[in-house]
Nanobody, 129 residues
Framework: QVQVVESGGGLVQAGGSLRLSCSAS????????MGWFRQASGKEREFVAA????????YYGDAVKGRFTLSRDNPKNMVFLRMNSLKPEDTAVYFC??????????????????????WGQGTQVTVSS
């Protein structure tokens, strides 16, 4: 089992910034990668960003490219999503997720929510106009 816990959501004005944190722990540690997805009210879950544990390669969804930055702290088993230039359309519940298998290293896998093994409970991000 892997426990995934997000933190750092909140309310921010448009143009502002937030940093989300995600920790992963447990016996079956996610050696593949970690990803962030978001789900706005009434919409489907959307890929935001992902990072591989081994090489630190990062991938971003088109909606956030250039504004969001994903980083990792391997010794602490944590990833951080820095969100800049936030827009009202970024309002959503943000979920962190983990892939266990180490072969999960490419965008096509890491951007697919069905490839993930463990999920956090989500953290609300609200951007006011």
């Amino acid at each position: 089992q892997v426990q995934v816990v997000e933190s750092g959501g909140g309310l921010v004005q448009a143009g502002g910034s937030l940093r989300l944190s995600c920790s992963a722990s447990g016996s079956a540690f996610a050696t593949g990668g970690m990803g962030w997805f978001r789900q706005a009210s009434g919409k489907e879950r959307e890929f935001v960003a992902a990072i591989t544990w081994s090489g630190g390669s990062t991938y971003y969804g088109d909606a956030v490219k250039g504004r969001f930055t994903l980083s990792r702290d391997n010794p602490k088993n944590m990833v951080f999503l820095r969100m800049n230039s936030l827009k009202p359309e970024d309002t959503a519940v943000y979920f962190c997720a983990a892939i266990v298998r180490p072969s999960a290293q490419v965008m096509s896998v890491l951007s697919d929510q069905w490839q993930y093994d463990y999920w956090g409970q989500g953290t609300q991000v609200t951007v006011s106009s």
